[in-house]
């Protein structure tokens, strides 16, 4: 596709449950990126990926977040067991290979409200 | 560790004048990117200029121009003109040049309302 697709764009989790973000990066894209925007407006990078490789997973809480970038599938950001703090909008981004001359694109957004 | 630090935490701008956003990054690389983008209340990051460290000349794209000065580490944006379409957040990010995988780096927003 064109554009940066996250699905879906508001989830409701109650404290303890599960949540799972998506992500389509735009054909043709070779990096994908997971931002977490709080409610300071700060964001926080997560995660990125290569194709199906993880690239960069400095920013991950590796208690409870886990994601995947499989061939054919939409790209996945999971919360186990979600805590109140992990209220935020959390944005995918992706990028070509190429180091020069590239932008990030970025999609809508997933709200998360843990209640 | 790199980081980009905004100083203006709102700023406000009557409609048709112009408007100045700050932005001081830190970091030890030489070649790099500097990037504004808008997010208006729709969510949706809008890259609004890039900037890259090597070029000597300030990047502008229509009503919006950029003052990157690399030796004091500071990329501010400005906005001509303003429209009430304008109104967002706008965020400085910094990305080092050496792979399209390197994560940006936001500061920590500006939001610009506009008064007609």
């Known amino acids: 596709g064109e554009e940066v697709a996250q699905t879906p764009k508001h989830l409701v989790r109650g404290e303890g449950q599960k949540a799972k973000l998506y992500c389509a990066p735009i054909?043709?894209?070779?990096?994908v990126f997971w931002y977490q925007q709080v409610l300071k407006n700060e964001f926080k990078f997560l995660i990125s990926?290569?194709?199906?490789?993880?690239?960069?997973e400095t920013g991950m809480p590796k208690e409870r977040f886990s994601a995947k970038c499989l061939p054919n599938s939409p790209c996945s950001l999971e919360i186990q067991a979600t805590k109140l703090e992990d209220s935020a909008v959390y944005f995918c981004?992706?990028?070509?290979?190429?180091?020069?001359?590239?932008?990030?694109?970025f999609g809508q957004g997933t709200r998360l409200t843990v209640v | 560790a790199q980081t980009v630090t905004q100083s203006q935490p709102e700023m406000s701008v009557q409609e048709a004048e112009t408007v100045t956003l700050s932005c001081t990054y830190d970091t030890s690389e030489s070649d790099y990117y500097l990037f504004w983008y808008k997010q208006p209340p729709s969510r949706q990051m809008i890259l609004v200029i890039r900037q890259e460290a090597y070029k000597q000349q300030n990047a502008t794209e229509n009503r919006f121009s950029v003052n990157f000065q690399k030796a004091a580490k500071s990329f501010s944006l400005k906005i001509s003109d303003s429209q009430l379409g304008d109104a967002a957040m706008y965020f400085c990010a910094y990305r080092p040049v050496k792979a399209a995988g390197n994560k940006l780096t936001f500061g920590g927003g500006t939001r610009v309302l506009v008064k007609p």
């Open positions: 054909k043709g894209h070779s990096y």
């Open positions: 990926f290569q194709n199906e490789n993880v690239f960069d």
């Open positions: 981004a992706s990028s070509q290979f190429r180091a020069e001359n590239t932008e990030a694109f």
